[in-house]
């Protein structure tokens, strides 16, 4: 075969699997960002506070970084919880969302940054379980299992959400509250407290995005400012509060981004985010598949 | 004084204040020139280093006001417009050879079009896209400044600085010099706004944005005026920082400190007042200097992060606000 094609080919499939780990950071963001409108821009920066647990967790008891992601989701949950709980008391019901609130998120964002470098060092730190240095060769083409791996999880993980969106009682009513919180205290259920959960179970997705970031590639304190543009970009792209329409333009998302480091070099690939947010938000702010709000 | 005998109690008193541009300017500058002749009569260098360091951040906490203060839209990016600032400085000078004071002017152009730019394309939507889109724009800039060989690439530009410029005893002294007349016009700048037709409209659009509309209040181009304001006075800020320090890399001109502390000091010094933002960057300025001589510079950043998430929680209107309570 061609070898320009081969690169392209290789691209596209390793673009697809970074896809999964992009779905998996932009899901939680689709949950609080989306459905909740709680603009949490520390999502990134909890994620990557994640990839740290896991590594030190995954460390301490020789566990498998994947693992210990899904165990580190659950206190994560707890810590999401404790956020909503004071970000609701303090600016919501204050109606402060739009300046408080957002300082509030960024200071949110940069004392993690800072913590995380105070804790641990600005270096990069690594946890790689024994697949990461498998790869499968179907053809010409390389499938990494240090990438399908946590691409599958996170399939796994936002497949999980969707059906419980989709089929709990408690999952309507988040996708209820989304659409009108006060439609929703009229059937008797307190919005707070669902919107609570959720955001809960978005910084748990967050933990888990962080177990599949650790896998693929190294993790630093600042690893989380590359990723806010990304996040944003695939959730807005998405179409918000969807989460096949978040799965399909983190693919997208990750197939254009890998190709333009193949061609042209990894150090153009946050202008990339950058340029698909930027034209997002000026030609179709409504997302790619999304309908307007 | 014709406002002030209407019955409308708060309005008249604020046009009462908006016409003393005299007494304001005259304090300004005779402000400026006591602390001038202060430091220099401590003649130590020192002075001038801590004195140019709180005075870039009263115009950078100043700048973010503007449009953040007044019109409730958080610019994020504060380090990336500085930075695009002191980048254009030291391209002006490696292209042309021009000095500090071009170089000012020049990032005012740069920082106003990219603020126009971003606001252009996002400021038709709701403030929180404005928002995220200013977040990404400092790491893209750092992606173009890190692959821009001409100005020094990842590796930094270094600038070699005059010894000293002609009626100063040092080029520290210059610097402090001209930052503080760029400290004074920013407020300046900020004062006018607020107290003109211009911050009324912005101060309408903080307020509610579709009911201004309604008015008549031209919403967009208020915006682009203030974004374009706000991103010129955040270069100037930046335009003499390679001056500063002598040496520039991408990292530091970059810092996350510069973008938290241009939020953190104008909403814990009382965001939307020209007062706010001075009074919280003298505090937080003079705050951080003496824990970096003290202490480390991450753990001052810590705490910045901390006073900023504190203050917004429990005093939202900043320490002008707690005063207006109290009286």
């Known amino acids: 075969m061609d070898g320009d094609l081969v690169l392209l080919l290789n691209g596209i499939v390793s673009g697809l699997l970074l896809g999964g780990l992009y779905a998996a950071a932009a899901a939680g963001l689709a949950v609080s960002f989306g459905m909740l409108d709680i603009v949490n821009i520390a999502h990134p920066a909890l994620m990557v506070a994640g990839g740290f647990l896991v590594v030190l967790i995954g460390t301490a008891l020789g566990l498998d970084p994947l693992l210990a992601a899904l165990l580190l989701a659950v206190p994560f949950y707890f810590l999401g919880v404790a956020i909503y709980t004071f970000y609701h008391h303090f600016f919501e019901r204050r109606g402060d969302e739009a300046l408080q609130g957002l300082a509030f998120f960024f200071g949110v964002m940069f004392i993690i940054e800072v913590g995380l470098v105070m804790g641990f060092g600005p270096e990069q730190r690594f946890l790689d379980p024994p697949y990461a240095f498998i790869t499968w060769r179907i053809g010409e083409i390389d499938i990494p299992l240090r990438m399908l791996a946590p691409a599958l999880l996170a399939m796994a993980a936002i497949g999980a959400l969707w059906l419980f969106l989709r089929r709990s009682f408690t999952g309507l009513a988040i996708s209820a509250v989304a659409q009108d919180a006060e439609a929703l205290r009229l059937m008797a259920v307190d919005p707070v407290r669902i919107k609570r959960l959720a955001f809960g179970l978005s910084v748990g997705l967050a933990a888990i995005a962080g177990g599949a970031l650790v896998v693929v590639q190294p993790v630093e304190p600042s690893s989380g400012q590359v990723f806010i543009g990304r996040v944003f970009a695939v959730c807005i792209m998405g179409g918000m509060g969807s989460l096949p329409g978040c799965i399909l333009a983190a693919f997208l998302f990750g197939v254009v981004e890998n190709v333009t480091a193949s061609f042209y070099g990894p150090s153009w690939s946050p202008a990339v985010a950058f340029g698909w947010l930027l034209l997002v938000l000026a030609v179709r702010p409504q997302g790619l598949f999304g309908k307007l709000a | ?327």
């Not at chain 2, 042309?96 to 990032?107: F, R, V």
């Not at chain 2, 003496?290 to 320490?319: D, Q, Y």
């Open chain 2, 1 to 327: 004084m014709s406002g002030a005998s209407l019955p409308l109690a708060p309005a008249p008193a604020m046009a009462a204040s908006g016409r003393r541009h005299l007494p304001f300017w005259l304090g300004a500058v005779g402000v400026a020139v006591l602390l001038f002749v202060a430091l220099r009569a401590i003649g130590n260098d020192y002075g001038y280093f801590a004195g140019y360091f709180i005075l870039q951040y009263v115009v950078l906490a100043t700048a973010w006001n503007i449009l953040g203060g007044y019109a409730g839209y958080v610019n994020f990016g504060a380090a990336g417009f500085m930075a695009a600032g002191a980048y254009t400085a030291i391209a002006l000078r490696k292209a042309t050879g021009l000095d500090l004071l071009p170089g000012i002017a020049a990032a005012a152009t740069v920082g106003a079009l990219l603020g126009l730019g971003t606001g252009y394309l996002t400021l038709r939507l709701r403030g929180v896209y404005f928002s995220i889109a200013t977040l990404c724009l400092a790491v893209v800039l750092q992606t173009l400044v890190v692959n821009w060989d001409y100005v020094g690439g990842s590796r930094g530009a270094y600038i070699v600085r005059p010894r000293e410029v002609a009626p100063f005893t040092s080029y520290g002294e210059y610097l402090f010099l001209v930052m503080l007349v760029l400290a004074v016009l920013a407020v300046g700048i900020a004062r006018t706004v607020e107290v003109t037709r211009l911050g009324r409209g912005l101060q309408a659009i903080r307020d509610n944005e579709r009911a201004a509309e309604a008015v008549g209040v031209p919403t967009l181009r208020l915006k682009l005026i203030a974004t374009a304001l706000c991103g010129a006075l955040m270069a100037v800020a930046g335009a003499p920082l390679p001056y500063y320090s002598g040496y520039l890399n991408p990292e530091g001109a970059f810092s996350l400190a510069y973008a938290v502390n241009a939020i953190a000091m104008p909403l814990i010094g009382g965001a939307g007042t020209w007062a706010g933002p001075v009074i919280g960057a003298v505090l937080l300025g003079s705050l951080q200097q003496a824990a970096t001589v003290t202490i480390s510079s991450a753990l001052n950043l810590f705490i910045v992060g901390w006073m900023l998430v504190i203050f917004v929680a429990v005093a939202p209107r900043g320490i002008l606000g707690w005063f207006r309570r109290r009286r």
